[in-house]
Each structure stands twice: as C-alpha cells, then as structure tokens.
C-alpha cells in the first residue's frame, strides 16, 4: 500500500513541477522580450532596497492594520513551507512525521507554532474577504476591477483559507488517532491550536478518522501544489516577484526620465555640434508594443498584485480621468500573456498602444509619481506611459494640438509660450526701473 | 550698482560666476512669477550675494517636451543649454522652478551638464542657517495659519519637504498640513506637460480639487515652491472665489517681506 501512495505522491509530484517549470520558462521569456538595460545594478543599494521594502515590506505599513494583516499571511506563508517540506519527505519516503523522533519535545511546540500562524493566516484572510466584498474598498472597485481580477482575489483568499484549514483539521484528525494509538501515528504530544477541534472527531471510528486523515493530507498538499501554479497565471505571483522587481527598481531620482542615448548624437549632429554619426539610430522609438519596453518595465507587470494603492493616489484617476495606472501594468500583463498563448513571441497585428492602452489615458499623466511613490513593490508604471507617449509623438507626430504649439513655441521661441525670446530679460528691467 | 548682470556682462569683467540664477521661463514671461523672481533678486542683493542670470540666453530646458514624449525637442534644448552654461564655467546653479530644477540636476549629467543644482526654497533655508539671511521677529505672518502645497518635483521628485516648510516655520506662521502632504502630496495638475494643454474628460479639474483641500485647512496662505503650481491653485482659488481671503505666495515672497533690511 505505501509503495503505490510513494510512487502516487512521486507522480503528483513531478506533474505539478513539470506544469510549474513550464509556467516559470514563459514567464521568464515574455519577460525577455523587452529591452535589456546598460546601466549596472548597485548591489549593496539593491539589497538593502530589498531587504527593506520587499522583506520588509516598508510601504505595507503605511497602512497598519493591513501591513500586520498581510505580515501574518506573508510570514505564514514563508514559515508554513517548514511544514510542507516534512509532508514531502514523507510522501516520498512513506514516512508519517518524520521528523518528529529527531524533534522530540521541540516537535509539538513547532507544530503548534505553525497552527498559530495558520490561525493568523485563516483570520487575515477572512478580513480580506470581507474588505473586498462587504466593505467593497474603494481601490478593488475601479472600472480595471472587471470579473476575472476580483475572482482572482477572492480565489487566492479562499485558497489559502482552505489550506490552512486543512492544516488544523489535519492536525486533530492526527492527534485523535495518537489517542486511539492507530499504527503509524507516532504519539508527538498534543499541538496547541489544533487539539481545540479533535471534539470533531470524538466517538468516530478510526477507520473513518484515518479516512478524513488521509484525505486531508493529500488534499492539502495537492492544493499546495495546484496553487503553486496556480499562482503562475494569477496577480499573487507577486510573492515572488515582488524580490527581483524590488532590487532591479533603480535608485534614480523618480523624477528623472530614463534618456534615450541612442538619438543623442543624430541630435548633436542636427545642432552642428559634430560632423559624425555614432552607432545606427534606433529604428523606432518609444514603445508601440511590450516589446519595446525595458524587461524592468515588463518584469513590474508580472509583480503586480492589482491592489490599486497607485490608482487610489493618481491625481487623473481620482478626478474621473481614464488613466488608471494599475490597469497599465495589467494591460501590460495582459499583452504579455497573449502573446505567450500566441506561441510565437513577435510582433502581431496587435499592439499595447490602442488595442490595450488608450491615448486618451497616457496623455491624462501629470507625471507627479505618486504611483511610483505608492507601489508597495517599486513598480514604475510612469516608465511605461512614458515610453508610449514618445511613440506616439516621435513615431506618429500624434499630439494633441496644444502640445503641438507648446513644442512649436519652444522650437522658435525657446520657451513653451508664445513670447518672443527677446522679451526673456524684461523682467530686470522692470526690476531695475523698480530700484531707481 | 542694482542691476541684474547677466553671465556675459560678468564674463566681460574677467568675474567667476559663483551662482547662476536660472530663471525659468515661467519666471521670465509669467506675470505672477516675474514678481517671484524679482523677490529672489532682492532678497540675494539685500544680503549681498553675488549671482549671474542668463538673460536672453536662457532657453527652455525642455522638461514640457520631454514629458510629452518629445525626446529630440528635449535632446536640442537640453545640449544648447549646456553648451552655455558649460561655457560661462557655471558651477553652481539656483532656480526657482522644480521643473527645471529637475531636468539640469536629474538629467543634464548624462548629457554632459554636471552643475551642483538649488532649489531656492533649499538656498534660502541655507542662507537663515548660515545667519546670511536674517528675518525680522513677529512680522505679518506671525501666529498666520499657512499651509504649503508640495510640488510634485521637488518632494516625491527630489525629496525636499523640510526646505520649504522650514522657512515657512522661521516666519512663526502656524504651518497647517493639507490631509494629503508631502510624499503623498496632491498634484496640482500642471506637470508632465499638461501645463500647456487642457485636460482629459474626467469628473472635476485635479487643481480644484486640490485647492478645496488647501481650503479646508482654513488657511490665509496658501505657499508653493512652483511656478506650474502657483498658476493651477490660484485658478483655483479664483474658481472657489475665494481670493479675498484666501493668497497664494511662493515661500520667496513670503521670506522677502520679513527680511531685515540692513
């Protein structure tokens, strides 16, 4: 019997990871499409950036009751893992806690560690819920909020209500057979939490308890594994990508547009300030399409967990604008995953530009990086719109009029208004004329 | 001698420019803020500090079109600016706009404009520090509610908050906080060019919006560090019909009218 349920669990084993493994390959291939950067990562700057904002989540806190919330489930999702790292030893060895002889008295004490964090996790959770669906917040309910995005959440939450869950129950189940010294349940003392719900199973057989017990174990490490990928597909790949988004973030000013080198010296040359062109000038520029975008600015749509705190402080969104810059990276996002469904990674006859992101909204951006401050995991979505609006302009001379007299006073008269250049010092003598 | 020398005239007289006062074209061509950028003269001439200004030399640095996604305007603007100022030997450069405060600090290096850049709301705060620049005790703002507008390009941007509030707290004025302030501040509408054209449709203006906050705290004064800004919440108290009791000044005019006159 053990043979079967070893190679069973082997089985289920390998078939999540094959089907994770080739999530995790695509992934990194969309996220490959865009452009590389020259500039070098500062590493101690990166780390500590890292260590502050996605291990320790610096801006959750800015909201404290949802900061210790999201810690809990966090932390319970980090410490929890522990625990499922003893249930895969003994789905493979066919094992029954394993690790508990080695442990000793440490063993219960852990478990019941574990319980308080999945108690944590299970309330956090339930907040959540209510949160998004009673309390229906503000931030989850925006026009980018359409069915599959407030399923998504709502999944995720009930996913890992009913893990945790099964943790606890499992945790009786065990107990309930240690009391009725059922072979193969090696006795580890009772766990704190769990032992309130062994009343559950009080006057059952044994045969039905280890029924429930098996069942339990393998519907929650097949729920661990399903989710697993399931994360893949879904706004909660951000507990993975909130690391590497974090330390690539960049530690430049936020105001300081990314340059484009690349037309520096067609510019020196227009001016006369040299005689050669360096290097080919780009064949187009801006971004059209994710794949003109930089791998940051991609790797930042796969990180983002649609919780709206950029959307909730965007100075267009919050006066009715259609600039949404949550639904900039999910457009982005989801640009990306068709093009993985495509299965041919270039170009088609769709863009980001248009058939995702209207101009109406990139040319509604004040640039006053509140999103940018906002993302909890340093995503830039100012990036993104920027690189746009310069496909729009140098590409397709598409702006809207006043933009185009803007440039237009600037090219001849050198300021952004309509006043001769000549006008420029007038103000020191009506300064001067002050003085006299 | 009072008048205002441009680099050139200073160049002429075999004279270093120490400081370069970068006036902005808002500061040029706004009537509004040519009053700042008078307020800044006086303030450095009353302590005798010595400064440069471009005068017609001065161009766009080209944040608008930068912004609007044109690079190459950017690009020219950028490189002939820095073509001047690299050729005076300018090392040190004062402005009152956060805009352009921005775009020589930020993004004139890569292109070859290396220059220790000041905000005036941090030169000012230096100069009190110093004892250069000394206020006169229990003046006009003494006990005043004030309350400051962050510009988007100088705080979340730049990371000056304390700056300008700084000097709003030497005038002994009663600094009252909007509900959302600095990293958090609320645009006021004008940056990333939308300055120079109207907005999007959408269900009221971003500068109304923020006017009627800076309203709520009640105060007398509303102070900004920026021309953009200036401009969009005096619209906005104008639209509220509010300007009887309600001013806006930039933290320069502010700092002037309490100076002690040597």
């Known amino acids: 019997m053990s043979i079967i349920q070893q190679g069973l669990f082997v089985l289920v084993l390998a078939g999540f ?42 801006r959750m806190f800015e909201k404290p009751l ?29 094992t029954h806690r394993v690790l508990a002889p080695f442990l000793g008295g440490l063993y219960p004490v852990l478990i019941g560690f574990f ?20 309390l229906k917040l503000d931030r989850f309910q925006s026009t980018e909020m359409t069915s599959w995005p407030k399923l998504d959440a709502n999944l995720i939450l009930i996913i890992e209500i009913v893990l945790v869950s099964a943790i606890l129950f499992l945790g009786a189940a065990d107990q309930s057979l240690q009391v009725l010294g059922s072979t193969g349940y090696t006795s580890t003392g009772p766990f704190y939490f769990s032992s309130f719900l062994m009343p559950v199973f009080s006057g059952a057989e044994e045969a039905s308890i280890i029924i429930v017990e098996r069942g339990l174990w393998w519907g929650h490490i097949i729920g661990i594994l399903f989710f697993a ?45 040299s005689s050669e062109q360096q290097g080919n000038p780009p064949e187009s520029f801006g971004a059209k399409d994710v794949f003109d975008l930089s791998r940051k600015s991609l790797m930042g749509a796969f990180s983002c ?31 990306l995953e068709e093009i993985g469904r495509n299965g041919k990674f270039e170009r088609d006859e769709k863009t980001l530009i248009r058939d995702y992101i209207s101009e109406e909204e990139i040319l509604a951006c004040t640039s006053c990086q509140a999103c940018v401050q906002a993302c909890p ?54 300064f001067n004329k002050e003085q006299e | 001698m009072n008048n205002v020398k441009t680099a050139a005239e200073l160049k002429a007289e075999g004279k270093e420019i120490e400081v370069l006062f970068w006036v902005g074209c808002a500061g040029s061509f706004d009537d509004r803020y040519k009053r700042v950028t008078q307020s800044i003269v006086r303030i450095l001439k009353g302590i005798g500090t010595e400064f440069a200004v471009l005068g017609e030399e001065e161009t766009c ?52 404009g290396a220059y220790e850049v000041f905000h005036h709301s941090e030169f000012l705060q230096d100069l009190i520090e110093k004892g250069k620049l000394k206020l006169e005790n229990g003046g006009e703002f003494k006990g005043k509610k004030i309350t400051y507008h962050d510009s988007c390009y100088l705080g979340r941007a730049n990371d000056i908050y304390e700056a300008p509030r700084d000097l709003l707290r030497s005038l002994d004025a009663d600094l009252v906080e909007m509900e959302r302030s600095r990293q958090k501040g609320f645009c006021c509408g004008a940056g990333g060019a939308q300055m120079f054209k109207d907005a999007e449709p959408g269900d009221r203006e971003v500068n109304i919006e923020r006017t009627d906050e800076a309203l709520r ?24 019909e509010q300007e009887d009791r309600v001013k806006v000044f930039d933290i320069a005019e502010l700092i002037e009218k309490q100076q002690k006159k040597e």
């Not at chain 1, 100075?315 to 999910?330: D, E, F, W």
């Open chain 1, 115 to 134: 319980e308080f964090m999945a108690v944590a996790v299970l309330i956090s959770c339930l907040v959540f819920l209510v949160r998004r669906n009673i």
């Open chain 1, 377 to 430: 995991v340093q995503i830039n979505p100012l990036e993104i719109i920027l690189e746009l609006r310069r496909y729009l302009v140098m590409e397709e001379s598409k702006t809207p009029q006043e933009w185009t007299a803007m440039m237009t006073n600037i090219e001849n008269n050198f300021a952004p208004w309509a006043f001769p250049s000549a006008d420029r010092f007038k103000w020191a003598n009506e």
């Open chain 1, 305 to 335: 967990t649609e919780c709206g705190r950029c959307t909730e402080e965007c100075p267009a969104n919050q006066t009715g604008k259609k600039l949404s810059p949550r639904k900039i990276m999910m457009d982005t996002r989801d640009r």
């Open chain 1, 66 to 94: 949802v900061g210790i919330l999201h810690f809990f489930i966090y932390a319970g999702f980090l410490l929890i893992n522990l625990e499922v790292l003893e249930i895969v030893l003994d789905g493979v060895l066919g």
């Open chain 1, 229 to 273: 990928v399931y994360v893949t597909y879904s706004k909660h790949l951000h507990i993975f990508l909130a690391f590497p988004n974090t330390y690539y973030s960049g530690s430049e000013p936020s105001g300081k547009i990314q340059n484009m080198p690349e037309i520096t010296s067609e510019v020196q040359l227009m001016m006369g300030l």
């Open chain 1, 17 to 58: 990871g094959w089907l994770l493994f080739k999530r995790v390959k695509l992934i990194s291939k969309l996220i490959s499409l865009g452009k590389t950067s020259s500039k070098e990562v500062n590493k101690s700057e990166a780390l500590s950036r890292t260590l502050l904002f996605a291990f320790g989540q610096k």
């Open chain 2, 217 to 240: 705290t009640n105060s007398e004064v509303i102070a900004s560090a920026c021309p953009f800004c200036m401009t969009m919440l005096s619209d906005g108290v104008k639209n509220r």
């Open chain 2, 61 to 112: 640095t080209g944040d608008p079109a930068r912004r609007a996604g044109n690079e190459f305007l950017f690009q020219m603007q950028a490189l002939s600016n820095i073509q001047v100022l690299n050729g005076y030997g300018v090392k040190k450069i004062l402005t009152a706009c956060p805009h352009c405060f921005n775009t020589i600090k930020n993004e004139y290096p890569e292109l070859g």
